[in-house]
């Protein structure tokens, strides 16, 4: 783990085409580790999870290179390693999954649904605002209050979506742009031997609110 920490901590100090030639070998080898360590955890989740029994790691992995087409910063590298694993197409797929983010003081991982499709978040509200006992129970387990606490805000609405009344106790879940919520990987995980057991441990937390999203899912199709 430490020496793919170090190869992210070099390529930030040296973003560039040159660097990163110079030393394929080394972004070869710790590649290969990261892909280890997400495929060990894909097996580890599906024992949770059987959606992710049948998850192709390769669909998971996001690529290293940004794009930097309409980006004033053109740094050609992501400093982070990053893998979605869900069913229906990895980290292309609109269902709710387990996100895996590896950099140097930042790593975390992630639950649910980030930035769905206009119909699909519709449909994620409107289930919600139908079985806001359920989801309240999912959310305020302590098993899940363990690791997460509340869901990215990025894009929430002002005011409660039409279709919805404005008295709704839980407003503030159906102005959400993501049913998604992460947890920080500290160092005393990413130092461990063998980290993924704790990695999942915490995923399987957030099993239930995956669970409760996909269902929503099934039943849109």
Not at 152 to 176: S, T, W, Y
Request: with cysteine; aromatic share 14%.
């Amino acid at each position: 783990m430490q020496n793919i920490l170090d190869f992210l901590i070099a390529l930030s100090e040296n973003n560039n085409r040159e660097w990163f030639t110079q030393n394929r070998s080394w972004y070869d080898e710790v590649r290969t580790a990261y892909l280890n360590m997400s495929n060990s955890l894909i097996l580890k989740i599906s024992e949770f999870d059987p959606e992710i029994k049948h998850v192709d790691l390769k669909d998971c992995i996001f690529r290293i290179y940004r794009d930097i087409r309409f980006s004033p910063d053109k740094s050609p590298y992501k400093t982070h390693f990053g893998a979605y694993i869900a069913s229906g197409g990895g980290r292309k797929s609109q269902r709710g999954g387990y996100y895996f983010h590896l950099q140097p003081g930042g790593s975390f991982v992630s639950v649910g649904i980030w930035s769905p499709e206009s119909n699909v978040l519709k449909a994620l509200r409107k289930s919600v605002y139908e079985n806001i006992d359920e989801f309240n129970e999912i959310i305020s387990h302590h098993k899940f209050k363990r690791y997460f606490d509340g869901f990215f805000e990025d894009g929430k609405l002002k005011k409660v979506p039409a279709g919805f009344p404005n008295d709704f106790p839980h407003a503030d879940l159906l102005k959400l742009k993501h049913y998604a919520t992460s947890s920080p990987l500290h160092e005393s995980i990413l130092t461990d031997e063998n980290p993924v057991p704790r990695i999942a441990e915490i995923l399987e937390a957030g099993y239930p609110l995956n669970r409760f999203l996909n269902y929503t899912l099934d039943e849109l199709m």
